[in-house]
């Protein structure tokens, strides 16, 4: 790591063996968008620094990031860090390809803070400011996220049928889990963290295009 590394980490009260505590960011700050830290979030977040196999040092720094909501301005610089750190060119101390995994994690998190468990999997679950947390959090660390499934569904407009959600799905089932070195999103297939997570599952959504009318004259020619 070098001196300005070194020295970018110590103005956010991390050093060389706390800073992994900067992969938990995204998430804490997702977490947070809201005003407050649900305890769903708070379990899906020790979770997750399980999960990374954080060191003491780090789980002290997240931890703290936990009791006390982060200001924006501290955010924004240390997720610059993160993706700093991410893209050296010469020593790289985080996998580029991981940034994109943590935005994935963040909105799970966020989703396993929804109070009403069977509403957590629906595409409209996140509210508007985590959301825009999500957004920023993506354009700092210089990855797409791509659109929410709410945003999607809104596009296609009025003709689009909106899953339900079902109560099968609880908040723990669509919280992400990283084990040895792998993501797994859900229920669903594991995905290596050297591998690029795709944004989001694609929503159901039908849309009903109206079938194009030909008189029996029209209908003859083709034949």
């Known amino acids: 790591m070098t001196d300005l590394h070194e020295d970018k980490l110590e103005t956010l009260g991390l050093d060389s ?22 305890a769903g979030a708070a379990a899906g977040l020790e979770q997750m620094m399980q999960d990374l196999e954080l060191n003491e040092h780090a789980v002290v720094v997240v931890r703290r990031w936990l009791r006390t909501r982060p200001t924006a301005g501290y955010v924004s610089h240390a997720l610059a860090e993160l993706r700093d750190l991410a893209s ?20 799970a998190v966020a989703r396993a803070g929804v109070t009403n468990p069977e509403a957590a999997a629906a595409p409209w679950a996140l509210s508007r400011t985590e959301t825009q947390a999500i957004d920023q959090v993506s354009r700092i660390l210089g990855v797409d996220h791509g659109q929410t499934w709410a945003d999607l569904l809104q596009e296609l407009g009025a003709g689009a049928e909106m899953p339900e959600p079902t109560a099968q799905r609880s908040a723990s089932q669509i919280r992400t889990k990283i084990t040895s070195g792998t993501i797994r999103v859900g229920s669903g297939e594991a995905l290596g963290l050297a591998d690029t997570v795709p944004a989001r599952p694609a929503p159901v959504a039908t849309v009903k295009a109206p079938r194009p009318h030909r008189d029996q004259e029209e209908r003859d020619s083709l034949i």
């Open 17 to 38: 063996s706390s800073y992994r505590a900067l992969l938990m960011l995204p998430a804490v700050y997702v977490a947070w968008a809201g005003g407050t830290l649900t």
């Open 88 to 107: 050296a060119v010469d020593e790289p101390q985080i996998d580029y390809n991981l940034l994109q995994a943590l935005l994935s994690h963040a909105e």
